[in-house]
């Protein structure tokens, strides 16, 4: 056989189909969120939901770790870090999202979310030294040029209206590649889901204390449909999602699983449609091309 059709072959076999089911289980929840984090916040404030959210959804991880037979202890040395990126990788983007879907719909916070491949390839010349190519130029013009199609579409009244939530959702999305490329710098030596049962605890962990203190959210306030929507971020985009995307990452290449995540903000964008009755005109899907074109392109750099 010759070398060409061995890595072919090889690279067939990495490709295994239950880690893509894994991988669409995966992108599929975490797009299905977004419409569904929207309608919560008719009946619950977003602190309070997304941080009480992801505390019981780290419990359960942590739980699921040790039937896995994953340590959850932390090394002393590791704590500090550990602590910062979980603020930045899971606080900011739980944060930061759910108040920018006060103003923004949606399908803008989906694809305004999917830019941190983006930033995490633009974050990494100053902190990592890595060079920005002109594939990574590339890739973060197209972005930017997706996130100028959704911001000025409506016009300048529409686009100053909803400025603050463009701003939240691009801070998590910034804060999710800071925290990617300092993890890159300060590896976190752990089982994979014994760390995200760390991260997710102590990200969520402030932001809901900070909710709960500000908010002051009533139980009374949610209707079943809110009840079913507490329990789909908990159970389903805090555990089913990462425990499926972990699972994928040990069955398929990394880059073919990043590329994967891409369906987040196509299933984000028409479930909302569908959903929430959200509008799906050429801004929308202009928008959504142009980002997901960027994002490919920095994955591929």
């Not at 994967?260 to 202009?286: D, H, K, Q």
Request: hydrophobic share 60%.
């Amino acid at each position: 056989m010759s070398p060409i059709n061995h890595a072919r072959r090889a690279a067939a076999a990495r490709l295994s189909p239950l880690g893509l089911i894994l991988l669409a289980i995966t992108s599929v929840g975490w797009g299905l969120n977004f419409p569904i984090m929207k309608h919560l916040l008719t009946e619950w404030p977003p602190l309070s939901s997304r941080g009480l959210c992801g505390i019981v959804g780290a419990a359960a991880l942590a739980l699921f770790a040790l039937a896995r037979r994953q340590k959850l202890n932390v090394p002393r040395l590791m704590w500090l870090r550990l602590l910062l990126v979980s603020m930045l990788t899971i606080g900011g983007w739980v944060a930061f999202m759910g108040l920018a879907l006060l103003w923004l719909n949606a399908s803008e916070a989906a694809v305004l979310g999917i830019s941190i491949p983006v930033w995490v390839a633009f974050l990494a010349r100053p902190i990592l030294g890595e060079r920005l190519s002109p594939l990574r130029a590339v890739a973060l013009t197209v972005a930017l040029a997706g996130i100028a199609v959704l911001i000025g579409g409506n016009g300048i009244e529409a686009s100053v209206e909803k400025l603050p939530g463009i701003a939240c959702a691009l801070a998590g999305a910034v804060c999710v590649g800071l925290g990617t490329v300092l993890t890159k710098h300060f590896p976190l030596a752990m089982p994979p889901l014994s760390l995200a049962a760390w991260q997710i605890g102590l990200g969520c962990l402030p932001i809901a204390t900070v909710g709960l203190l500000v908010e002051q959210p009533q139980l009374a306030d949610l209707s079943s449909v809110g009840w079913a929507s507490l329990l789909y971020m908990t159970l389903i985009q805090f555990c089913l999602c990462y425990v499926c995307w972990f699972a994928a990452l040990e069955r398929l290449p990394a880059a073919t699983a990043s590329i994967g995540t891409l369906l987040v903000p196509v299933i984000g964008v028409l479930a909302a449609a569908s959903m929430l009755g959200e509008p799906l005109g050429l801004r929308e899907v202009a928008a959504l091309v142009f980002t997901l074109g960027g994002v490919a392109v920095a994955l591929r750099s």
